[in-house]
């Protein structure tokens, strides 16, 4: 049996797809019953990561654990207590239960005093479960593609037009969630990924302006983008935390991928792992978005 925390997310649903689809037991740990049609289906645990003893049923049983769970961008919920707290209860529950391989989805450039805070709260969690008794693998992906695609490009689907954060010249590494579950599924089910801290990126270095360009010509879109300047955004990263708290941070993360060095060079992992083939942003677009353009365009 394997738990996927975090098995409705982004990535987690890939992530449980991918194991099922190669014959394994999986088990989700779910705040909320996921909706399903598929004729192969997880088992569910309802409950919160933040539960110690809703995650202990969850990990009951499990040979393998796999933490794809993240605050980034959920109302109501903070890094520390999903990112830290929830994974340590994970961790904790998996030493207690004698799991034999435990995977931790952490994020490219976690570190103690990184500028956000979801970045060192997961730091926190690789550091606790590397001085665990357990066989791990943390992996640290890049921005996933999907994310920024839905938060930056989608709108040119709806109004025209999108915004990006500050000057929006500063290249950011964009992976697709496919992928990274291809190397979550490989750390799961093999030794190769164990003990490592292994970073993961996309084939492409992008600005957030190019990374708007890129997928509105591949959709044949045209792109209008206007900047809220870097000003404004530390502002409202700093006037919102009061009563927009996952607002403000929304902000801090603009902030810093205007002025943080967030580019990454695939090539070493592309030549360790060359049967798992990086998807490029345009191409993301056009499996994501591609019908849906053109059933817009058929619409009289």
Not at 127 to 135: D, F, K, N
Request: include cysteine; glycine fraction near 8%; charge should be positive.
């Amino acid at each position: 049996m394997i738990l996927v925390a975090g098995g409705t997310g982004r990535l987690g649903r890939i992530v449980v797809q991918r194991l099922l689809a190669a014959g394994e037991q999986v088990r989700v740990l779910s705040r909320r019953p996921p909706a399903t049609g598929s004729a192969v289906s997880p088992q569910i645990v309802v409950g919160d990561v933040r539960d110690p003893g809703a995650v202990a049923r969850a990990v009951a049983g499990a040979r393998v654990v796999i933490s794809a769970v993240s605050a980034f961008g959920m109302k109501g919920v903070t890094p520390r207590q999903v990112d830290l707290e929830g994974n340590l209860n994970l961790i904790s529950a998996a030493e207690a239960a004698g799991v034999q391989r435990f995977v931790l989805v952490s994020v490219r450039g976690a570190a103690a005093r990184h500028p956000m805070e979801l970045a060192r709260m997961k730091y926190a969690a690789e550091q606790r479960l590397t001085r665990s008794g357990l066989a791990w693998a943390i992996l640290r992906p890049s921005t996933f593609t999907e994310t920024f695609q839905q938060i930056l490009c989608a709108p040119l689907l709806s109004k025209g037009k999108t915004v990006v954060f500050g000057r929006a010249a500063n290249s950011v590494n964009f992976v697709s969630a496919d992928d990274v579950a291809r190397f979550v599924e490989l750390a799961a089910l093999t030794d190769q990924l164990q003990g490592a801290v292994t970073d993961l990126g996309g084939p492409q270095n992008l600005s957030l302006v190019q990374f708007v360009e890129t997928f509105a010509a591949a959709l044949g879109l045209i792109s209008s983008i206007r900047h809220i300047p870097r000003a404004m955004l530390r502002l409202l990263s700093w006037l919102a935390r009061p009563f927009s708290p996952t607002f403000a941070r929304m902000a801090r993360a603009g902030v810093v991928m205007d002025t943080t060095d967030m580019a990454f060079d695939p090539a070493a992992l592309a030549r360790r792992y060359p049967t798992i083939r990086l998807t490029t942003a345009s191409e993301v677009a056009v499996r994501d978005y591609a019908r849906l353009v053109s059933a817009q365009g058929s619409t009289p």
